[in-house]
């Protein structure tokens, strides 16, 4: 049997028709730049999400960028950032002239250890960009009440986790500004690069608008060195579409991710994700971690099971950032979750006897 990591393509069959008629719909407009479809996208995200203002962009790493422009972060701040995250968090500090300032995992959730925030705060801090990373919230209240402290700005980067729940809210409106990510392989994905801001700030929102259409709210005026990152009409109707699925995807990748843990909770040879009392995920990723996560890997592979590592080189060792870093930077909770984590097949299109095969063949796997 083949199990792929993610069927993306079952999406599309799954919804076909009302995706061919939202992009006929577009295509018949003669608009592809803005209007109502972006317009009324936007709307129902904040409505979903629980924000007052929402912008689409161009893509996830643009929503960052952007945030930290907007709040007039640039060279020679400071940044805390997770140690353990997607590289894009780092990029879009360093766009913006910023110095990241990364921060280990609390061990048990892969999230940023709030203990350590503290130690890394300086005078040149500006923000804080906690990660929601796999679809789990971070400890935000203690992050706030940090920030708050220091008159710091908080930036959610909630690319992972659109519909999960920290403390019976939903993430989208906790700190500052919040950024997501529509990349096709997310929970709410697009066909193609997109992304959008979550505010409750409306100065925010509409310099964020400006800066993301060249800096300017009138055409041929210009009052910020901006950049071109907007939303089209035709990601924007599918992922209206995609909108209104969204839960009931979101439940199916519970479902799975409560029979895994149910079955392998007392497993000898890995862990399965922690969940906090105040943590609600949407389980984007299931991840578990093993001292023979190597060997787990290749045995699924051989049986034809597609797993992922997210992620396998952090961003502190990166080619990227070796000249930017102190070279005796350690970070060795985070070294040791590159080691150790392996990603499971989970999805709303994910068969059962798919996820069954796979707790099969992992319950058989010789340590």
């Not at 161009?58 to 950032?81: H, P, R």
Request: net charge negative.
């Amino acid at each position: 049997m083949k199990v792929p990591f993610l069927d993306l393509h079952a999406s599309y069959i799954e919804l076909q028709n009302e995706i061919d008629s939202s992009i006929s719909r577009v295509l018949s407009s003669g608009r592809y730049i803005g209007g109502s479809e972006v317009e009324s996208f936007e709307d129902q995200f904040s409505n979903y999400c629980g924000s007052k203002f929402t912008i689409g962009v161009a893509n996830g790493l643009d929503a960052l960028v952007l945030s930290l422009k907007s709040l007039d972060i640039g060279m020679g701040d400071e940044v805390i950032v997770p140690a353990n995250t997607f590289i894009a968090t780092w990029l879009a500090v360093s766009e913006v002239g910023a110095i990241p300032v990364p921060v280990e995992p609390n061990p048990l959730t892969y999230n940023i250890d709030v203990e350590e925030i503290q130690k890394a705060i300086t005078p040149q801090t500006k923000a804080i960009i906690p990660v929601h990373l796999f679809g789990q919230p971070a400890d935000l209240d203690p992050i706030l009440l940090l920030a708050k402290q220091h008159n710091l700005f908080i930036i959610e980067d909630a690319a992972q986790a659109i519909g999960s729940r920290y403390k019976e809210k939903k993430i989208g409106a906790h700190g500052d500004l919040v950024c997501w990510s529509f990349y096709p392989g997310k929970n709410l994905g697009a066909f193609g690069d997109a992304g959008a801001i979550s505010t409750n700030n409306e100065a925010l929102a509409n310099k964020i608008r400006s800066l993301s259409n060249y800096g300017s709210n009138q055409k041929y005026i210009h009052n910020f060195i901006g950049m071109n990152s907007r939303l089209d009409p035709m990601q924007a109707a599918i992922l209206k579409v995609k909108l209104r699925f969204l839960d009931s995807w979101i439940d199916r990748r519970k479902n799975i991710a409560s029979v895994y843990s149910s079955t392998f909770k007392d497993h000898p040879d890995f862990k399965i994700p922690y969940v906090p009392d105040w943590a609600e995920p949407v389980w984007h990723l299931y991840v578990i971690n093993s001292n023979h996560r190597n060997k787990i890997q290749n045995n699924l592979t051989e049986n034809g099971i597609e797993t992922i590592i997210h992620y396998p080189i952090p961003p502190h060792l990166q080619d990227a950032y070796s000249k930017i870093l102190p070279t005796n930077i350690s970070l060795p909770v985070t070294e040791c979750l590159a080691q150790n984590i392996l990603s499971l097949p989970i999805g709303p299109h994910l068969l059962e006897e798919q996820y069954r095969y796979v707790i099969e063949c992992l319950n058989k796997i010789p340590i």
